[in-house]
Protein backbone atom coordinates (compact mmCIF):
# COMPACT_ATOMS: atom_id res chain seq x y z
CA UNK A 1 0.00 0.00 0.00
CA UNK A 2 1.12 3.50 -0.74
CA UNK A 3 2.25 5.79 2.02
CA UNK A 4 1.57 8.90 2.65
CA UNK A 5 3.91 11.93 0.94
CA UNK A 6 6.09 13.77 3.72
CA UNK A 7 6.75 16.17 0.83
CA UNK A 8 5.90 19.81 2.50
CA UNK A 9 5.47 20.95 -1.12
CA UNK A 10 2.69 19.25 -1.39
CA UNK A 11 0.39 20.09 1.26
CA UNK A 12 -0.29 23.94 0.76
CA UNK A 13 -1.46 22.82 -2.77
CA UNK A 14 -3.54 19.76 -1.12
CA UNK A 15 -5.43 21.99 1.31
CA UNK A 16 -7.49 23.68 -1.67
CA UNK A 17 -8.59 20.34 -2.90
CA UNK A 18 -10.63 18.25 -1.60
CA UNK A 19 -8.77 14.63 -2.21
CA UNK A 20 -10.44 11.21 -2.18
CA UNK A 21 -7.32 9.62 -1.28
CA UNK A 22 -6.76 11.47 1.80
CA UNK A 23 -9.97 10.28 3.22
CA UNK A 24 -9.64 8.20 5.78
CA UNK A 25 -10.42 4.39 5.42
CA UNK A 26 -11.56 4.99 1.58
CA UNK A 27 -8.81 6.16 0.57
CA UNK A 28 -6.69 3.95 2.20
CA UNK A 29 -8.65 1.44 0.13
CA UNK A 30 -8.19 2.70 -3.01
CA UNK A 31 -4.56 3.26 -2.29
CA UNK A 32 -4.37 -0.35 -1.96
CA UNK A 33 -2.74 -2.26 -4.80
CA UNK A 34 -5.67 -4.52 -4.54
CA UNK A 35 -8.73 -2.72 -4.38
CA UNK A 36 -9.54 -2.57 -7.93
CA UNK A 37 -9.80 -6.11 -7.90
CA UNK A 38 -11.72 -6.51 -4.71
CA UNK A 39 -14.15 -4.01 -6.24
CA UNK A 40 -14.43 -5.88 -9.45
CA UNK A 41 -15.00 -9.22 -8.08
CA UNK A 42 -18.54 -8.50 -6.89
CA UNK A 43 -19.30 -7.16 -10.62
CA UNK A 44 -17.82 -10.13 -12.33
CA UNK A 45 -19.97 -12.66 -9.61
CA UNK A 46 -22.99 -10.68 -10.30
CA UNK A 47 -22.30 -10.33 -14.44
CA UNK A 48 -22.57 -14.57 -13.80
CA UNK A 49 -25.39 -14.81 -12.48
CA UNK A 50 -27.27 -12.16 -14.42
CA UNK A 51 -25.77 -14.27 -17.84
CA UNK A 52 -26.72 -17.47 -16.17
CA UNK A 53 -30.40 -15.98 -14.98
CA UNK A 54 -31.07 -14.33 -18.57
CA UNK A 55 -30.20 -17.69 -20.37
CA UNK A 56 -31.57 -19.92 -17.99
CA UNK A 57 -34.47 -17.98 -16.24
CA UNK A 58 -37.65 -16.32 -17.06
CA UNK A 59 -38.36 -14.99 -20.31
CA UNK A 60 -40.33 -12.31 -19.42
CA UNK A 61 -37.83 -9.24 -18.79
CA UNK A 62 -39.29 -7.93 -15.39
CA UNK A 63 -39.03 -11.09 -13.89
CA UNK A 64 -35.34 -11.65 -15.21
CA UNK A 65 -32.01 -10.36 -13.17
CA UNK A 66 -30.49 -9.74 -16.63
CA UNK A 67 -33.04 -7.43 -17.99
CA UNK A 68 -34.18 -5.54 -14.17
CA UNK A 69 -30.55 -5.15 -13.33
CA UNK A 70 -28.98 -4.55 -16.69
CA UNK A 71 -31.94 -1.96 -18.19
CA UNK A 72 -32.90 -0.23 -14.49
CA UNK A 73 -29.81 -0.64 -11.61
CA UNK A 74 -27.19 -0.38 -14.06
CA UNK A 75 -27.91 2.17 -16.25
CA UNK A 76 -29.11 4.88 -13.18
CA UNK A 77 -26.17 3.55 -11.04
CA UNK A 78 -23.68 5.01 -13.73
CA UNK A 79 -24.68 8.11 -14.76
CA UNK A 80 -25.16 8.72 -10.77
CA UNK A 81 -22.34 8.15 -9.71
CA UNK A 82 -21.05 10.05 -12.52
CA UNK A 83 -22.85 12.92 -11.58
CA UNK A 84 -21.54 12.39 -7.81
CA UNK A 85 -18.22 11.34 -8.13
CA UNK A 86 -16.65 10.58 -10.93
CA UNK A 87 -15.61 7.06 -13.48
CA UNK A 88 -15.64 4.66 -10.95
CA UNK A 89 -17.41 1.82 -12.81
CA UNK A 90 -14.96 1.30 -14.88
CA UNK A 91 -12.63 1.68 -12.19
CA UNK A 92 -14.85 -1.65 -11.16
CA UNK A 93 -15.42 -3.40 -14.23
CA UNK A 94 -15.66 -6.59 -14.37
CA UNK A 95 -14.44 -7.42 -17.96
CA UNK A 96 -11.24 -6.02 -16.95
CA UNK A 97 -10.96 -8.38 -13.70
CA UNK A 98 -11.02 -11.21 -16.72
CA UNK A 99 -8.99 -9.60 -18.92
CA UNK A 100 -6.13 -9.37 -16.40
CA UNK A 101 -6.38 -12.75 -15.47
CA UNK A 102 -6.28 -14.14 -19.02
CA UNK A 103 -3.04 -11.80 -19.32
CA UNK A 104 -1.22 -13.69 -16.91
CA UNK A 105 -1.76 -16.37 -19.75
CA UNK A 106 -1.29 -15.02 -23.03
CA UNK A 107 0.54 -11.70 -23.49
CA UNK A 108 -0.60 -9.22 -25.90
CA UNK A 109 1.81 -8.93 -28.98
CA UNK A 110 0.51 -5.94 -31.21
CA UNK A 111 0.51 -2.42 -31.05
CA UNK A 112 -3.17 -1.45 -31.90
CA UNK A 113 -2.96 -0.23 -35.59
CA UNK A 114 -1.95 3.86 -36.03
CA UNK A 115 -4.75 4.85 -37.94
CA UNK A 116 -7.20 3.14 -35.68
CA UNK A 117 -5.99 5.35 -32.83
CA UNK A 118 -9.32 7.71 -32.58
CA UNK A 119 -12.75 7.22 -31.40
CA UNK A 120 -14.08 6.29 -34.75
CA UNK A 121 -14.98 2.20 -33.74
CA UNK A 122 -16.21 2.94 -30.68
CA UNK A 123 -18.46 5.87 -31.74
CA UNK A 124 -20.05 3.78 -34.22
CA UNK A 125 -20.54 0.98 -32.12
CA UNK A 126 -22.14 3.27 -29.51
CA UNK A 127 -24.72 4.24 -32.69
CA UNK A 128 -25.05 0.42 -33.48
CA UNK A 129 -25.79 -0.77 -29.55
CA UNK A 130 -28.80 2.08 -29.35
CA UNK A 131 -29.75 0.96 -32.49
CA UNK A 132 -30.37 -2.22 -31.51
CA UNK A 133 -31.72 -1.63 -28.35
CA UNK A 134 -34.39 0.04 -29.94
CA UNK A 135 -34.62 -2.47 -33.21
CA UNK A 136 -34.71 -5.79 -31.19
CA UNK A 137 -36.00 -4.49 -27.90
CA UNK A 138 -33.08 -5.25 -25.91
CA UNK A 139 -34.62 -4.23 -22.92
CA UNK A 140 -37.64 -6.90 -23.27
CA UNK A 141 -35.44 -10.01 -23.79
CA UNK A 142 -33.53 -11.30 -21.08
CA UNK A 143 -31.68 -13.78 -23.28
CA UNK A 144 -30.14 -11.14 -26.09
CA UNK A 145 -28.93 -8.33 -22.88
CA UNK A 146 -27.19 -11.77 -21.41
CA UNK A 147 -26.18 -11.99 -24.67
CA UNK A 148 -24.77 -9.13 -25.06
CA UNK A 149 -22.92 -9.14 -22.09
CA UNK A 150 -21.02 -12.37 -23.16
CA UNK A 151 -20.30 -10.54 -26.52
CA UNK A 152 -18.60 -7.88 -24.46
CA UNK A 153 -16.57 -10.86 -22.42
CA UNK A 154 -15.46 -11.93 -26.07
CA UNK A 155 -14.72 -8.94 -27.31
CA UNK A 156 -12.58 -7.55 -24.90
CA UNK A 157 -10.63 -11.02 -24.37
CA UNK A 158 -10.28 -11.49 -28.01
CA UNK A 159 -9.04 -7.37 -29.16
CA UNK A 160 -6.68 -7.15 -25.63
CA UNK A 161 -5.91 -10.63 -26.11
CA UNK A 162 -4.27 -9.34 -29.37
CA UNK A 163 -3.02 -5.94 -28.83
CA UNK A 164 -1.17 -4.23 -25.91
CA UNK A 165 -2.24 -1.78 -23.45
CA UNK A 166 -5.95 -0.72 -23.16
CA UNK A 167 -6.91 -0.87 -26.58
CA UNK A 168 -10.19 -1.81 -26.12
CA UNK A 169 -11.12 0.53 -23.48
CA UNK A 170 -9.90 3.36 -25.35
CA UNK A 171 -10.71 2.41 -28.64
CA UNK A 172 -13.28 0.38 -28.80
CA UNK A 173 -15.40 0.21 -25.53
CA UNK A 174 -18.75 2.06 -26.03
CA UNK A 175 -19.89 1.86 -22.51
CA UNK A 176 -16.63 3.29 -22.06
CA UNK A 177 -16.79 6.42 -24.44
CA UNK A 178 -19.96 6.99 -22.81
CA UNK A 179 -18.53 7.01 -18.99
CA UNK A 180 -15.58 9.36 -20.75
CA UNK A 181 -17.55 11.90 -22.03
CA UNK A 182 -20.17 11.94 -19.06
CA UNK A 183 -17.02 12.15 -16.61
CA UNK A 184 -15.62 15.76 -17.96
CA UNK A 185 -19.21 16.66 -15.71
CA UNK A 186 -17.94 14.66 -12.63
CA UNK A 187 -16.50 16.48 -9.74
CA UNK A 188 -13.62 14.46 -9.07
CA UNK A 189 -10.37 13.72 -11.49
CA UNK A 190 -7.23 11.62 -11.22
CA UNK A 191 -4.24 14.36 -10.84
CA UNK A 192 -1.27 15.57 -9.89
CA UNK A 193 -1.11 17.07 -6.64
CA UNK A 194 2.06 19.26 -7.03
CA UNK A 195 3.59 19.82 -10.38
CA UNK A 196 6.79 20.50 -8.91
CA UNK A 197 7.39 17.26 -7.68
CA UNK A 198 6.82 16.61 -11.38
CA UNK A 199 9.28 18.27 -12.61
CA UNK A 200 12.01 17.03 -10.24
CA UNK A 201 10.85 13.31 -10.87
CA UNK A 202 13.06 11.20 -12.83
CA UNK A 203 11.39 7.80 -13.34
CA UNK A 204 8.19 9.27 -14.64
CA UNK A 205 6.61 5.90 -13.25
CA UNK A 206 3.19 7.09 -13.35
CA UNK A 207 3.66 6.42 -17.54
CA UNK A 208 6.53 4.01 -17.72
CA UNK A 209 5.57 1.69 -14.85
CA UNK A 210 7.42 0.86 -11.83
CA UNK A 211 10.52 -1.17 -13.14
CA UNK A 212 13.10 -3.32 -11.57
CA UNK A 213 15.83 -5.00 -12.94
CA UNK A 214 15.80 -9.06 -13.41
CA UNK A 215 19.07 -9.46 -11.41
CA UNK A 216 18.01 -7.20 -8.66
CA UNK A 217 14.68 -9.07 -8.60
CA UNK A 218 16.60 -12.18 -8.48
CA UNK A 219 18.33 -11.16 -5.40
CA UNK A 220 17.27 -13.67 -2.34
CA UNK A 221 14.81 -12.12 -0.24
CA UNK A 222 13.46 -9.39 -2.78
CA UNK A 223 9.51 -9.39 -2.50
CA UNK A 224 8.13 -8.84 -5.95
CA UNK A 225 4.47 -8.27 -6.91
CA UNK A 226 5.65 -8.18 -10.60
CA UNK A 227 2.62 -8.32 -13.14
CA UNK A 228 4.83 -8.37 -16.58
CA UNK A 229 8.25 -7.64 -17.73
CA UNK A 230 10.07 -6.66 -20.81
CA UNK A 231 13.62 -6.20 -21.88
CA UNK A 232 16.15 -6.43 -19.05
CA UNK A 233 13.22 -5.49 -16.23
CA UNK A 234 10.48 -6.93 -14.71
CA UNK A 235 7.25 -4.34 -14.31
CA UNK A 236 6.50 -4.27 -10.53
CA UNK A 237 3.34 -2.09 -11.42
CA UNK A 238 2.30 -0.92 -14.52
CA UNK A 239 1.51 2.84 -15.75
CA UNK A 240 -1.01 4.41 -17.21
CA UNK A 241 -2.32 2.09 -19.91
CA UNK A 242 -4.42 4.87 -21.68
CA UNK A 243 -1.44 6.67 -22.32
CA UNK A 244 -2.23 9.43 -20.20
CA UNK A 245 0.66 11.42 -18.55
CA UNK A 246 -0.34 12.79 -15.04
CA UNK A 247 2.17 16.01 -15.32
CA UNK A 248 -0.07 16.75 -19.14
CA UNK A 249 -3.44 15.02 -17.86
CA UNK A 250 -6.12 17.70 -18.54
CA UNK A 251 -9.79 16.26 -17.49
CA UNK A 252 -11.24 13.00 -17.15
CA UNK A 253 -11.27 12.59 -20.89
CA UNK A 254 -9.64 9.29 -21.23
CA UNK A 255 -9.32 8.20 -17.95
CA UNK A 256 -10.66 4.76 -16.28
CA UNK A 257 -9.87 5.82 -12.90
CA UNK A 258 -7.82 2.57 -12.51
CA UNK A 259 -5.44 4.54 -10.12
CA UNK A 260 -2.39 2.72 -12.12
CA UNK A 261 -0.76 6.09 -11.58
CA UNK A 262 -1.66 6.46 -8.33
CA UNK A 263 0.08 3.42 -7.28
CA UNK A 264 3.35 3.75 -9.85
CA UNK A 265 4.24 7.18 -8.70
CA UNK A 266 6.91 6.84 -6.36
CA UNK A 267 6.18 10.58 -4.76
CA UNK A 268 2.58 9.82 -3.52
CA UNK A 269 1.78 12.90 -6.08
CA UNK A 270 -1.45 11.48 -7.22
CA UNK A 271 -4.74 12.20 -6.11
CA UNK A 272 -8.67 11.73 -6.93
CA UNK A 273 -9.51 15.40 -6.54
CA UNK A 274 -12.06 17.87 -6.49
CA UNK A 275 -12.48 20.55 -9.51
CA UNK A 276 -15.24 22.32 -11.28
CA UNK A 277 -17.38 19.68 -13.14
CA UNK A 278 -17.24 20.78 -16.80
CA UNK A 279 -14.50 22.81 -16.70
CA UNK A 280 -12.11 21.02 -18.90
CA UNK A 281 -14.94 21.66 -21.65
CA UNK A 282 -13.98 25.12 -21.61
CA UNK A 283 -10.45 24.88 -22.31
CA UNK A 284 -8.20 24.05 -25.33
CA UNK A 285 -5.16 22.70 -24.06
CA UNK A 286 -3.02 20.05 -25.53
CA UNK A 287 -3.87 16.74 -23.65
CA UNK A 288 -1.84 14.10 -23.02
CA UNK A 289 -2.96 11.19 -24.54
CA UNK A 290 -5.49 13.02 -26.28
CA UNK A 291 -4.10 16.06 -28.05
CA UNK A 292 -6.15 19.33 -28.87
CA UNK A 293 -9.94 18.80 -28.21
CA UNK A 294 -10.57 21.34 -31.23
CA UNK A 295 -8.53 18.93 -33.50
CA UNK A 296 -10.59 15.67 -32.83
CA UNK A 297 -13.36 15.53 -35.03
CA UNK A 298 -14.03 11.80 -33.80
CA UNK A 299 -14.65 13.35 -30.21
CA UNK A 300 -16.54 15.68 -31.00
CA UNK A 301 -18.54 13.38 -32.65
CA UNK A 302 -18.77 11.59 -29.18
CA UNK A 303 -20.03 14.70 -28.04
CA UNK A 304 -22.80 15.04 -30.30
CA UNK A 305 -23.67 11.05 -30.59
CA UNK A 306 -23.82 11.45 -26.50
CA UNK A 307 -26.46 14.50 -26.95
CA UNK A 308 -28.52 13.69 -29.72
CA UNK A 309 -28.32 10.51 -28.98
CA UNK A 310 -30.15 11.09 -25.45
CA UNK A 311 -32.95 12.37 -26.93
CA UNK A 312 -33.17 9.01 -29.23
CA UNK A 313 -32.95 6.80 -26.52
CA UNK A 314 -35.74 8.85 -24.90
CA UNK A 315 -37.95 9.73 -28.06
CA UNK A 316 -37.97 5.89 -27.75
CA UNK A 317 -40.13 5.35 -25.28
CA UNK A 318 -42.64 7.85 -25.56
CA UNK A 319 -45.81 7.28 -27.32
CA UNK A 320 -45.68 9.99 -30.27
CA UNK A 321 -42.59 7.26 -31.94
CA UNK A 322 -44.74 5.12 -33.17
CA UNK A 323 -46.97 8.11 -34.95
CA UNK A 324 -43.00 8.75 -36.71
CA UNK A 325 -43.12 5.37 -37.24
CA UNK A 326 -46.25 4.83 -39.27
CA UNK A 327 -46.15 8.10 -41.28
CA UNK A 328 -42.61 7.01 -42.20
CA UNK A 329 -43.59 3.29 -43.05
CA UNK A 330 -46.46 4.80 -45.18
CA UNK A 331 -44.41 7.96 -46.56
CA UNK A 332 -41.30 5.41 -47.80
CA UNK A 333 -43.95 2.60 -48.18
CA UNK A 334 -41.54 0.45 -46.30
CA UNK A 335 -42.40 -2.84 -45.01
CA UNK A 336 -39.49 -3.88 -42.31
CA UNK A 337 -38.66 -1.61 -38.69
CA UNK A 338 -35.08 -1.48 -39.74
CA UNK A 339 -34.91 1.32 -42.37
CA UNK A 340 -37.59 3.22 -40.79
CA UNK A 341 -35.25 3.53 -37.70
CA UNK A 342 -32.32 4.14 -39.97
CA UNK A 343 -34.77 7.12 -41.18
CA UNK A 344 -34.86 8.29 -37.47
CA UNK A 345 -31.27 7.71 -36.02
CA UNK A 346 -30.04 9.62 -39.54
CA UNK A 347 -32.60 12.54 -38.83
CA UNK A 348 -31.67 12.98 -35.32
CA UNK A 349 -28.04 11.77 -35.43
CA UNK A 350 -26.87 13.42 -38.35
CA UNK A 351 -29.29 15.62 -40.54
CA UNK A 352 -30.60 17.42 -36.88
CA UNK A 353 -27.04 18.07 -35.82
CA UNK A 354 -25.43 19.29 -38.93
CA UNK A 355 -28.19 21.79 -39.46
CA UNK A 356 -27.94 23.18 -35.70
CA UNK A 357 -24.26 22.78 -35.46
CA UNK A 358 -24.01 24.19 -38.71
CA UNK A 359 -26.21 27.12 -38.74
CA UNK A 360 -24.91 28.82 -35.50
CA UNK A 361 -21.46 28.16 -36.44
CA UNK A 362 -22.08 30.24 -39.50
CA UNK A 363 -23.68 32.77 -37.54
CA UNK A 364 -21.05 32.99 -35.07
CA UNK A 365 -18.61 33.71 -38.38
CA UNK A 366 -21.39 36.55 -39.52
CA UNK A 367 -22.40 37.95 -35.82
CA UNK A 368 -19.36 37.83 -33.50
CA UNK A 369 -16.57 38.21 -36.47
CA UNK A 370 -15.16 35.30 -35.64
CA UNK A 371 -11.99 33.80 -37.89
CA UNK A 372 -12.50 30.42 -37.85
CA UNK A 373 -13.93 28.20 -40.50
CA UNK A 374 -17.37 26.33 -40.05
CA UNK A 375 -15.80 22.83 -38.87
CA UNK A 376 -13.54 23.70 -36.63
CA UNK A 377 -15.90 26.16 -34.89
CA UNK A 378 -18.94 23.23 -34.83
CA UNK A 379 -15.99 20.69 -33.59
CA UNK A 380 -15.41 23.62 -31.32
CA UNK A 381 -19.13 24.19 -29.76
CA UNK A 382 -19.93 20.62 -29.95
CA UNK A 383 -18.48 20.19 -26.24
CA UNK A 384 -20.85 22.81 -24.54
CA UNK A 385 -24.00 20.53 -25.55
CA UNK A 386 -22.48 17.60 -23.40
CA UNK A 387 -24.20 18.82 -20.16
CA UNK A 388 -27.66 19.18 -22.12
CA UNK A 389 -27.13 15.20 -23.13
CA UNK A 390 -25.85 14.54 -19.89
CA UNK A 391 -28.83 15.80 -18.28
CA UNK A 392 -31.08 14.42 -20.34
CA UNK A 393 -29.30 10.99 -19.70
CA UNK A 394 -29.60 11.23 -16.32
CA UNK A 395 -33.53 12.42 -16.27
CA UNK A 396 -33.88 9.15 -18.40
CA UNK A 397 -32.15 6.82 -16.56
CA UNK A 398 -32.44 8.22 -12.92
CA UNK A 399 -36.53 7.68 -13.62
CA UNK A 400 -36.17 4.11 -14.60
CA UNK A 401 -33.82 3.63 -11.65
CA UNK A 402 -35.50 5.48 -9.00
CA UNK A 403 -39.01 4.73 -9.85
CA UNK A 404 -37.93 0.68 -9.95
CA UNK A 405 -34.97 0.03 -7.63
CA UNK A 406 -37.00 -2.42 -4.81
CA UNK A 407 -37.83 -4.04 -8.37
CA UNK A 408 -34.30 -6.35 -7.82
CA UNK A 409 -35.95 -7.42 -4.08
CA UNK A 410 -38.73 -9.38 -5.54
CA UNK A 411 -36.94 -10.46 -8.92
CA UNK A 412 -34.25 -12.27 -6.87
CA UNK A 413 -36.25 -13.85 -4.38
CA UNK A 414 -38.16 -15.06 -7.65
CA UNK A 415 -34.55 -16.18 -9.29
CA UNK A 416 -33.64 -17.79 -5.37
CA UNK A 417 -37.05 -19.39 -5.11
CA UNK A 418 -36.60 -21.36 -8.27
CA UNK A 419 -33.44 -22.81 -7.00
CA UNK A 420 -35.63 -23.99 -3.76
CA UNK A 421 -34.69 -21.40 -1.29
CA UNK A 422 -37.36 -19.25 -0.25
CA UNK A 423 -36.39 -15.52 1.46
CA UNK A 424 -38.67 -13.47 3.09
CA UNK A 425 -41.95 -15.25 2.04
CA UNK A 426 -43.12 -15.26 -1.44
CA UNK A 427 -41.80 -12.48 -3.73
CA UNK A 428 -43.21 -8.77 -3.04
CA UNK A 429 -44.14 -8.10 -6.74
CA UNK A 430 -45.33 -4.65 -5.33
CA UNK A 431 -42.41 -3.57 -4.53
CA UNK A 432 -41.33 -1.04 -7.26
CA UNK A 433 -39.46 2.20 -5.98
CA UNK A 434 -40.36 5.75 -6.15
CA UNK A 435 -43.98 7.22 -7.46
CA UNK A 436 -42.66 8.61 -10.51
CA UNK A 437 -44.32 12.26 -9.70
CA UNK A 438 -41.81 12.26 -7.09
CA UNK A 439 -39.13 11.40 -9.65
CA UNK A 440 -40.21 14.32 -12.22
CA UNK A 441 -39.62 17.06 -10.79
CA UNK A 442 -35.68 15.35 -10.19
CA UNK A 443 -36.05 14.67 -14.19
CA UNK A 444 -36.66 18.62 -14.55
CA UNK A 445 -33.79 19.55 -12.34
CA UNK A 446 -31.49 17.81 -14.01
CA UNK A 447 -32.20 18.74 -17.29
CA UNK A 448 -32.15 22.65 -16.18
CA UNK A 449 -28.84 21.77 -14.66
CA UNK A 450 -27.83 20.69 -18.18
CA UNK A 451 -29.37 23.46 -19.97
CA UNK A 452 -26.95 26.14 -17.50
CA UNK A 453 -24.24 24.18 -17.74
CA UNK A 454 -23.86 23.76 -21.75
CA UNK A 455 -24.98 28.03 -21.85
CA UNK A 456 -22.08 28.29 -18.92
CA UNK A 457 -19.10 26.70 -21.29
CA UNK A 458 -21.29 28.30 -24.81
CA UNK A 459 -20.66 31.54 -23.09
CA UNK A 460 -16.54 30.59 -22.11
CA UNK A 461 -16.26 29.87 -25.64
CA UNK A 462 -17.67 32.86 -27.33
CA UNK A 463 -15.83 34.94 -24.71
CA UNK A 464 -12.59 33.53 -25.47
CA UNK A 465 -13.49 33.18 -29.73
CA UNK A 466 -14.96 36.78 -29.67
CA UNK A 467 -13.25 38.98 -26.79
CA UNK A 468 -14.63 42.25 -27.71
CA UNK A 469 -18.50 41.24 -28.27
CA UNK A 470 -19.02 37.74 -26.99
CA UNK A 471 -22.85 37.71 -26.62
CA UNK A 472 -22.71 38.00 -30.25
CA UNK A 473 -21.38 34.74 -30.57
CA UNK A 474 -22.58 33.59 -28.21
CA UNK A 475 -26.22 33.95 -29.36
CA UNK A 476 -26.81 31.22 -32.44
CA UNK A 477 -25.20 28.44 -29.50
CA UNK A 478 -27.42 29.61 -26.74
CA UNK A 479 -30.26 29.03 -29.53
CA UNK A 480 -29.34 25.63 -30.33
CA UNK A 481 -28.81 24.60 -26.06
CA UNK A 482 -33.01 26.28 -25.92
CA UNK A 483 -34.02 23.68 -28.92
CA UNK A 484 -32.38 20.99 -27.28
CA UNK A 485 -33.62 21.98 -23.95
CA UNK A 486 -37.30 22.22 -24.82
CA UNK A 487 -37.23 19.19 -26.64
CA UNK A 488 -35.56 17.14 -23.96
CA UNK A 489 -38.11 18.84 -21.66
CA UNK A 490 -41.27 17.86 -24.05
CA UNK A 491 -39.89 14.26 -24.24
CA UNK A 492 -39.74 14.01 -20.71
CA UNK A 493 -43.25 15.03 -19.92
CA UNK A 494 -44.76 12.88 -23.18
CA UNK A 495 -46.88 10.09 -21.93
CA UNK A 496 -44.73 6.89 -21.57
CA UNK A 497 -45.40 3.49 -23.69
CA UNK A 498 -46.09 1.00 -21.34
CA UNK A 499 -42.69 -0.51 -21.79
CA UNK A 500 -41.06 2.30 -20.41
CA UNK A 501 -43.24 1.81 -16.95
CA UNK A 502 -42.55 -1.91 -17.07
CA UNK A 503 -38.70 -1.72 -17.70
CA UNK A 504 -36.27 0.02 -18.70
CA UNK A 505 -37.12 1.38 -22.16
S1 LIG B 1 2.96 11.71 -11.21
FE1 LIG B 1 4.60 10.80 -9.97
S2 LIG B 1 5.71 9.43 -11.37
FE2 LIG B 1 4.47 10.82 -12.63
S3 LIG B 1 5.86 12.47 -13.16
FE3 LIG B 1 4.71 13.12 -11.33
S4 LIG B 1 5.97 12.51 -9.60
FE4 LIG B 1 6.77 11.40 -11.40
S1 LIG C 1 -3.45 5.19 -14.89
FE1 LIG C 1 -4.31 6.47 -16.53
S2 LIG C 1 -6.42 5.73 -16.79
FE2 LIG C 1 -5.68 4.95 -14.81
S3 LIG C 1 -6.35 6.49 -13.30
FE3 LIG C 1 -4.25 7.03 -13.93
S4 LIG C 1 -4.54 8.49 -15.62
FE4 LIG C 1 -6.50 7.43 -15.33
Same mark, same amino acid.
Given at each position: ??????? #??????????????? $????????? +????????????????????????????? /????????????? *????? &????????????????????????????????? +? #????????????????????????????? #? +? +?????????? &?? &?? =?????????????????????? =????????????????? $??????????????????? @????????????????? *? $????????????????????????????????????????????????????????????????????????????????????????? /???????????????????????????? &?????????????????? !?????????????????????????????????????????? $?????? /????????????????????? =????????????????????????? @? @???? #????????????????? !???????????? @?????????
Amino acid at each position: MATQSSN #PEVLPLEAAHFDLLR $VPLIGGFLR +WRHSRTILQVPLFLVAVVMILHGLLGPTL /APKNLASVLTWIH *FRGAL &VLVLLCAGNFFCLACPFMLVRNAARRLFRPRFP +W #PRALRNKWISVALFVVILFTYELFSLWSS #P +W +WTASLAIAYF &VA &VL =FIDGLFKHASFCKFVCPIGQFN =FIASTLSPLEVQVRDHG $VCDRCRTKDCIRGRRQDRI @EQAAPGTKSHATGNANG *F $VILQRGCELALFQPQKVGNMDCTFCLDCVHACPHDNVGVRSRLPGAELMVNPIRSGIGYFSRRKDIAALALVFTFGALVNAFGMVSPVY /AVEAWLTRLLSLSHAAPVLGVIFATFLV &VEPAILLGAAAWLTRALG !GSTLRLVPLAVRYSYALVPLGFGMWLAHYGFHFLTGILTIVP $VTQSAL /ANLGVHLFGAPHWTWTGMPAR =FVQPMELGFLLLGFAGSLFISYQLA @E @EDCA #PQPMRAFLPWAAVCLLI !GLASVWLMFQPM @EMRAMLMGG
